[in-house]
């Protein structure tokens, strides 16, 4: 069976939780092949704000690129992948990805992946927002980026840190259409169903 295949990039943003909770996610699809690149800034943040070591995260993955590999298979639009997704994705790396400055791989796969209109997901991580990041965010969907920052939402009435990362984890899933079960759907304002759903 052919296996699609993933990118996943974890930029030097805060959250890798959601870059991290995305590979164990996709190590347990029987079809699906994930291919990591993750940038020095992102190591750091790895080590401060989780449990998590960096090769271990680095093992969750299929296939894994040293971040300035410009010459690894996913710089090129030959190699075919079913799309990328940048969790979280940092100012730095949104704002190169917007002026298609591909100075280290991470950039250049998700530039491979607009030239060759797959889906790339963004899950910028960055609040309060000033008028020059909604510029570059902008340019990001007028390039056809899908952005998708990692936003809280209650209708599915989280009780952990765990539930909001998978309800984010799982709209980047859907983008990306891949099936999962990471948080319940909503189905319609009906008072008696959402109890139901309970």
Not at 74 to 84: D, K, P, R
Not at 112 to 139: A, C, D, Q, S, Y
Request: net charge negative; hydrophobic share 40%; aromatic share 6%.
């Amino acid at each position: 069976m052919k296996k699609k295949r993933i990118v996943v990039g974890i930029s030097g943003a805060t959250g890798p939780q959601y870059g991290i909770r995305i590979l164990e996610v996709l190590k347990d699809v029987e079809d699906v092949e994930t291919h990591l690149v993750i940038s020095d800034s992102s190591k750091r943040n790895i080590v401060l704000e989780t449990d998590w070591k960096v090769d271990d995260v680095m093992d969750l993955a299929d296939v894994t690129y040293d971040f300035n590999d410009v010459g690894a298979s996913i710089a090129s639009g030959s190699f075919i992948t079913e799309g990328m997704v940048i969790a979280p994705c940092s100012v730095k790396t949104a704002s190169a990805i917007a002026h298609c400055y591909n100075e280290n791989l991470l950039v250049r796969a998700a530039d491979v992946t607009l030239k060759e209109r797959r889906n790339l997901v963004i899950m910028f991580r960055e609040t309060p927002l000033h008028k020059g990041h909604l510029e570059i965010l902008n340019r990001c969907a007028d390039n056809g980026a899908i952005l998708m920052p990692p936003m809280i939402s209650m209708y599915h009435r989280p009780k952990t840190v765990q539930d909001i990362i998978d309800q984010s984890v799982g709209k980047a899933l859907d983008a990306l259409k891949i099936e999962h079960n990471l948080f319940r759907r909503w189905v319609g304002s009906d008072i008696s169903v959402a109890a139901e759903a309970r």
